[in-house]
């Protein structure tokens, strides 16, 4: 049976974080053995250097938190992360373009980053914020992200609105049917909350940094992450 640890994505992501934050995470989240740390983009090189030669891989987010940049611009995002050597990149997709309706456009923006991950082999999670959209909408933009060639869907930034939800996370994973993974992210603090998504059938799941260790030692959870 898999660790919980190993499916933590630990999220090391507010905007006000110093760099002295940002190494206390860091080093929680190697003790922990967290599957990943997420970091800010400006923090990939300092991830990548105490990170090194251990189990936690060093994922970055693009276009965050709004998803708003232009497709050209996120895909030129990708291409720098890929060439600074990150393990794995989260987008975030337009949901005022989802929420629009403008599936083409949408399938198109979340392309163009899969043409240079898929090309590297770096897995591409796309957040799409399940709090905004509707079962039908989370339903399309899993086929949408499907189609264009992601690895994970994922419901939230953790910044904007609620959290996972488990009858959003269930939508998912009924829609992908296996075709993609699924990563419930935002809101979850506690193993209890962790252990539902697990069970569930989640792959992998987004945790603000400073719940992991009660996640992973199933104790109190600490002040709010923000995550």
Not at 155 to 172: I, W, Y
Not at 184 to 189: A, K
Request: hydrophobic content about 40%.
């Amino acid at each position: 049976m898999t660790e919980i640890s190993r499916y933590l994505d630990a999220a090391i992501l507010k905007a006000e974080f110093t760099e002295t934050d940002v190494l206390e995470a860091l080093q929680a989240c190697i003790e922990l053995n967290t599957y990943s740390v997420c970091v800010r983009p400006c923090d990939i090189e300092l991830a990548q250097q105490h990170c090194k030669g251990t189990d936690t891989a060093v994922c970055v987010v693009l276009g965050f938190p709004h998803g708003v940049q232009l497709p050209a611009s996120k895909a030129d995002e990708a291409k720098r992360y890929i060439e600074l050597g990150v393990d794995e990149i989260d987008m975030v997709a337009n949901y005022g373009w989802i929420k629009s309706g403008k599936w083409a456009e949408v399938e198109a923006d979340v392309a163009g980053v899969a043409a240079q991950t898929r090309a590297a082999q770096v897995p591409l999670k796309v957040i799409f914020e399940t709090a905004h959209l509707n079962t039908q909408e989370i339903q399309q933009m899993v086929e949408v992200c499907i189609r264009a060639g992601a690895d994970f869907v994922k419901t939230s930034t953790g910044f904007n609105g609620e959290g996972a939800k488990l009858e959003d996370v269930q939508t998912m994973l009924d829609t992908a049917a296996g075709r993609i993974q699924v990563k419930p992210s935002g809101g979850i603090r506690d193993r209890a909350d962790a252990q539902r998504f697990v069970d569930l059938g989640a792959h992998r799941l987004g945790v603000g940094w400073t719940s992991c260790r009660a996640i992973c030692e199933d104790t109190a959870a600490q002040s709010d992450s923000g995550y």
